[in-house]
């Protein structure tokens, strides 16, 4: 039996006149608290990205949380193009439950900071968890590529269609 | 994939009046909305014990995204 999950995502207008954007329900989970957030499929976002308020809703306390310097020297000089450093690097903090402070720049060329913290998500049946950027923004929650979109074994997105998929394995 | 009523509920209706702001939908409601989204969770849980509530930022009018 094939245990790959298809999860749908369809491309909507949230009020009349704006354009189709492909939206998802994702759960957000740390430790007895969670929170449902509608996010944008992002293919360009590196990270998924969302709110440091909604961080701070969820019980996250960023500064007690603060990695260690060497680790956030780590991150500076990290080789992002190389997964398996990637990998390792997230893999570490999200055992540790460390944040990380980085500046992720935007499509507009401002960088904005936050943190890098994992938390457990849950996108249709499928649970993980998954390295956040959250950032100090009031913006749309984005899912991103990093933990997600690199663990597909095929995303899809039919604009014709107005709908979307990942699968996953 | 199991079918998410809020989020049905959310595409399903008009929300203009709510455009540039956060929405917190809990059983085919909104049971809060703000500005930011500090405000609205805060609302919305003393509202709702739900923890299926659903918050949506709507688009701004006239506003294109670039991400």
Same mark, same amino acid.
């Given at each position: 039996? %094939? ?90 903090? *999200? ?50 590529? *990093? ?23 | ?30 049971? %809060? %909305? ?5 405000? *609205? ?27």
């Amino acid at each position: 039996m %094939s245990n790959v999950q298809k999860i749908e995502f369809s491309f909507r207008p949230l009020t009349p006149k704006t354009l189709h954007r492909p939206c998802i329900a994702v759960k957000f989970r740390n430790n007895n608290r969670e929170d449902k957030l509608l996010c944008i499929v992002d293919s360009g976002a590196d990270f998924t990205t969302i709110p440091i308020q909604a961080g701070f809703m969820l019980g996250i306390n960023f500064n007690k949380s603060l990695a260690p310097e060497k680790i956030i020297e780590e991150w500076r000089n990290l080789n992002q193009s190389d997964n398996k450093q990637l990998n390792d690097f997230i893999k570490k903090i *999200t055992e540790k439950k460390f944040a990380v402070p980085i500046n992720i720049g935007c499509a507009c060329g401002k960088g904005t900071n936050g943190f890098l913290y994992s938390v457990e998500v849950e996108i249709g049946n499928h649970k993980k968890n998954l390295p956040i950027f959250w950032i100090n923004a009031d913006i749309n929650p984005l899912l991103g590529r *990093t933990g997600f979109f690199d663990k597909a074994k095929e995303v899809v997105f039919n604009a014709r269609q107005n709908k979307g998929h990942f699968l996953m394995e | 994939m199991k079918k998410d009523k809020d989020l049905d509920f959310l595409f399903k209706n008009d929300l203009s009046k709510y455009s540039g702001k956060w929405v917190a939908i809990s059983n085919r409601k909104i049971v %809060s %909305s703000g500005r930011n989204i500090k405000n *609205t969770m805060t609302q919305a849980r003393k509202k709702s014990r739900s923890k299926e509530t659903l918050y949506a930022k709507i688009p701004a009018k006239n506003q294109s995204l670039i991400l």
